[in-house]
């Protein structure tokens, strides 16, 4: 089956430092990923679409200058958070569809993000 | 009104018991629904889509009913490894640009 993969699996940082995630796809091509966020005990929050060769798409309320995604290419997908604050610690986890708009989403295996 | 509705649980049921969650949503335009399953601390991972007609996969059954915007999962003879928080998903429009949206999940512990 489909499978996307995501590094890290968790991270541990200081308020203020930057923290990359990256996701792959790794058997099938993905023009657009999706990152969502999910604080304990709460429901999966979209974030943004990443889009293969163009700007992401965000969510209202979200901050497109902090959390920085690029899709450079058909498998990768990056969301960096910057000058990350303890209220940035959550579950961030991306995802793909592997056959077409309306299959079901394949998730990453998400990161675990706290900022000290 | 929350788009998508669950009851968060726990459901705490003994081994081998059936079980069902209900899930409503609030945009009669909803095209798609899929059931997912999230282990603690993990990513969520798809059980499976709920189809107009209603599916079955080995032990669980999905059921749609577009009149009254609700979705159901049953799950017979109950195994303790099904303890997991079941996700209610929904895709608003056909090919809507995938923005699904998540219920708050149902907690279900299998004891023995």
């Given amino acids: 089956g489909a499978v ?15 923290v990359k995630i ?3 796809s790794l ?3 993905a023009t657009t990923m999706f990152w969502y966020r999910q604080f304990p005990k709460q429901s999966l929050m979209l974030m943004a679409t990443s889009n293969e060769g163009s700007k992401a798409t965000y969510e209202q309320g979200v901050e497109k200058d902090k959390f920085l995604i690029n899709h450079a290419s058909l498998t990768l ?6 000058s990350a604050h303890p209220e940035d610690s959550s579950f961030y986890i991306c995802s793909a569809n592997s056959q077409g708009p309306n299959s079901p989403l394949h998730f990453g295996n998400g990161t675990r993000l706290t900022v000290t | 009104r929350k788009e ?3 009851d968060p649980g726990p459901f705490n049921v003994p081994e081998g018991a059936t079980v069902a969650f209900n899930c409503t949503y609030s945009n009669s335009a909803s095209q798609s629904f899929f059931w997912y399953r999230q282990d603690c601390r993990k990513e969520p991972k798809l059980l499976m889509s709920v189809y107009s007609s209603g599916n079955e996969d080995g032990r669980f059954t999905a059921q749609l009913n577009r009149a009254s915007q ?3 999962l049953l799950i017979r003879d109950s195994k303790l490894s099904d303890s997991a928080t079941y996700l209610c998903v929904v895709r608003p429009f056909t090919g809507g640009g995938n923005k699904l949206t998540f219920g708050t999940g149902t907690q279900l512990k299998v004891e023995l």
């Fill in chain 1, 4 to 18: 996307v993969s995501q590094h890290p699996s968790w991270v541990i940082c200081k308020s203020g430092t930057s």
């Fill in chain 2, 4 to 6: 998508v509705e669950q």
């Fill in chain 1, 22 to 24: 990256e996701c792959r």
């Fill in chain 2, 70 to 72: 609700y979705i159901s």
């Fill in chain 1, 27 to 29: 058997d099938f091509q």
């Fill in chain 1, 77 to 82: 997908s990056t969301l960096t958070v910057t």
